[in-house]
């Protein structure tokens, strides 16, 4: 009897720890996720601070439509579409995880928009004001991100030039988006601090919080499985990227403290198609535009020059 009940108890236990993993890592939204000026307060982090806000604020002011689409399992997926020219080449934007499209790429829109190209910075599924409740690490986001281009092959019409932005998980979805079979309208992929397979950055960050990385990626594993209906495991960028046809520029900051940049090398070497990837010395995560904005700029300019014309 007493054997009986140990042993529920033990299973219930491990339920208990699944649904908890599950919640905590992948379950959206959380208390101020959706707010743009919500960031980190350490590191470089804290010395940017002032700056990030000036330009989330400037890039607030700028006008916009909002647009939406179905993805493939039935979410609407929301974006901002922003007109700089009939005609001209579309920036597709992709945020990272659990954060906010204008905050993220605060920098990226006006520079866009400088470039006279129109940009649809959209929101992730179960992310912004998009519905859903659960982030996979790009493994379903990199459908979503094909479902946005047929959108702007749909809108803008055959000859649409189509450039696609990614930071962080934004940046493993587009390089993900790389091994599907895309339309030819995608000319090029920008990724910013990419990571190379969902486990492996799981397991990082259990290492950075002490936590025992085996143990606790099998438990949210599980958990993934059972209550978010994902597998982590059955993706990656290093194999996607094998698969790919478009030319991809990564970008990564050598200091990067969350995303390590070994695996944006890793990602270069296993990319089947043309691959550039260059790094910003002392540029922690996702803030290599801000390290050096010019330098950025060029590599942007020069990369996708070769391909939007």
């Known amino acids: 009897m007493w054997i009986l009940i140990i042993g529920g108890a033990v299973i219930l236990f491990f339920i208990f720890l699944m649904y908890t993993d599950y919640k905590i890592t992948l379950y959206s939204p959380i208390y101020k996720q959706n707010d743009p000026f919500n960031m980190p307060n350490v590191g470089q982090y804290k010395g940017k601070q002032d700056e990030i806000i000036k330009l989330i604020n400037e890039a607030l002011a700028l006008p916009f439509e909002s647009v939406s689409i179905k993805s493939f399992d039935g979410l609407t997926l929301k974006g901002k579409y922003y007109h700089t020219a009939d005609n001209a080449p579309i920036d597709i934007l992709f945020h990272g995880y659990r954060g906010v499209a204008i905050r993220d790429f605060c920098g990226g829109l006006p520079f866009s928009i400088r470039q006279n190209h129109n940009v649809l910075m959209i929101d992730e599924r179960a992310q912004g004001e998009s519905s859903g409740h659960v982030m996979s690490f790009g493994i379903n986001e990199r459908k979503d991100c094909k479902s946005w281009v047929e959108y702007c092959v749909e809108r803008f019409g055959k000859d649409v030039q189509i450039t696609l932005y990614g930071i962080s998980m934004g940046a493993a979805t587009v390089l993900m988006a790389s091994g599907l079979d895309l ?55 290093t194999d996607e990227v094998k698969k790919a046809k478009v030319p991809i520029l990564i ?39 801000l390290e050096d904005p010019k330098r950025y700029e060029k590599l942007i300019i020069d990369f996708t020059g070769k391909y939007i014309k």
């Open 183 to 237: 339309p030819e309208n995608v000319k090029c992929i920008v990724a910013d601090c990419p990571y190379a397979k969902p486990k492996e950055i799981i397991q990082k960050v259990c290492t950075d919080i002490k936590m025992p990385k085996r143990i606790s990626y099998f438990i949210l594993y599980l958990g993934a499985r059972v209550f978010g209906r994902v597998d982590l495991n059955s993706v990656t960028v």
């Open 251 to 289: 970008i990564h900051g050598e200091s990067d403290g969350f995303v390590p940049c070994y695996m944006s090398e890793e990602i270069k070497d296993n990319c089947a198609s043309y691959c550039e990837r260059h790094t910003f010395p002392n540029a922690d995560h996702g803030l290599s535009y």
